[in-house]
């Protein structure tokens, strides 16, 4: 059974006199309520559930989703396999999947392990269990190894055989899938800490950080002119030289920034928690539009040569041009937290509060199967 509601666990690390509680809120506050405890005074921290995470190889999509992993054949949109076979309440999986060169499946779990599985069968390699809280965030996997962030304010580096290489720790959870870029040996992690760091993939020695003021949840984004590109929780967008970490710009928004900003080159495209969607010059900033949409965007948008696509809580997957102009709104139903995912010319979404866990639409909005109901 899927959760209807949220669970937030509220640790107050700055308040020792304060006990842990446990509080249950609707789908559709959960987002506003974890931020407002994340910038409440005594350094509160409030870890939420998490949001289906989505990847694909092109010819299978990989979805976790609360007590499995489900890869699922995008020619039909039938079931492959599922992992594990049984589900279990003491474990869900929200990270989204990752796929490493040598041909692994790598997926955090909230029950704070990391799994390695066969992406062709659903089969256990290995668990990386060392981690002290759960897997927010999805891992990042580049030639170099696999960089795990953890909600136990850890970032931790494994080789391909899942033995650990170092480890990093920041003052908060770091809920953010890290990035990197193509022109140095280097990992960017995002931490709920309000620091952006720089960190050398091959030792987790700091190579720069940078105090933002507001804790972030998103991936940083890199362009080719060697800048970075983060949204937080102050409501602000926030441009960086990728080199030393010294800011070059900040736009202030109308919401707070959950998800990071997609690329086309010259422009930025984002959501924030108020359901606006912007188009920003990554140059200097500068809003060029915005729009309203149906509701709060969290995941980060989809950008192609074609459209931008992005999702909502209302359950909405959006395709947009970069003149502003709504090319179509597909009503795909429940709530959808998580970002779209390209597999080759389709857009897969997965929503949550409905049978089905995951819909696949053409570039015209059109579905292309019946969306995944998970069999039982």
């Excluded at 809280?133 to 136990?152: K, M, N």
């Excluded at 055989?161 to 480890?167: R, Y």
Aim: hydrophobic share 40%; net charge neutral; proline share 7%.
């Amino acid at each position: 059974m899927r959760p209807t509601s949220f669970v937030i666990n509220h640790y107050d690390k700055g308040c020792p006199n304060r006990p842990m509680k446990s509080f249950r809120f609707p789908l559709l506050s959960v987002v506003f309520l974890a931020i407002a405890g994340l910038l409440s005074a005594c350094g509160g921290v409030v870890l939420p559930s998490g949001f289906p995470g989505v990847s694909t190889d092109q010819k299978t999509a990989f979805l976790a989703f609360n007590q499995y992993i489900y890869a699922v054949d995008l020619s039909n949109g039938t079931q492959k396999w599922r992992y594990p076979e049984k589900g279990s309440t003491a474990i869900t999986f929200f990270a989204a999947p990752a796929l490493t060169p040598d041909g692994q499946l790598i997926v955090g779990g909230y029950d704070n392990k990391l799994y390695s599985l066969d992406p062709a069968t659903g089969v256990e390699k290995w668990q990386f269990a060392e981690a002290k809280d759960r897997f927010v965030g999805g891992a990042l996997v580049t030639p170099q190894g696999i960089f795990a962030p953890s909600a136990d304010d850890n970032l931790y580096a494994l080789n391909f055989a899942g033995k650990k290489l170092w480890t990093f720790t920041t003052k908060g959870p770091n809920w953010a899938t890290p990035g990197t870029n193509v022109q140095c040996n280097c990992i960017y992690l995002a931490s709920m800490d309000h620091f952006l760091y720089a960190l050398n993939a091959g030792n987790g020695a700091v190579l720069w950080k940078t105090d933002l003021g507001f804790a972030m949840a998103g991936t940083p984004t890199w362009g080719s002119d060697n800048t970075l590109y983060i949204g937080n929780f102050g409501s602000q967008m926030v441009s960086l030289n990728a080199q030393d970490g010294s800011v070059r710009w900040k736009t202030t928004l109308q919401g707070w920034v959950w998800g990071g900003p997609g690329l086309d080159g010259k422009n930025l495209y984002f959501g924030d928690l108020n359901g606006n969607f912007y188009k920003l010059q990554a140059s200097d900033g500068k809003i060029l539009w915005k729009i309203n949409s149906d509701g709060p965007i969290t995941g980060s948008p989809l950008v192609t040569l074609d459209a931008i696509y992005f999702t909502t809580d209302a359950g909405s997957l959006y395709a947009i041009t970069g003149e502003s102009t709504i090319k179509w709104n597909a009503p795909v139903g429940g709530k959808i937290y998580s970002p779209p995912v390209m597999a080759g010319d389709n857009i897969l979404v997965s929503p949550e509060g409905t049978d089905s866990v995951l819909a696949a639409y053409q570039a015209n909005g059109t579905l292309v199967w019946p969306k995944f109901i998970p069999p039982k």
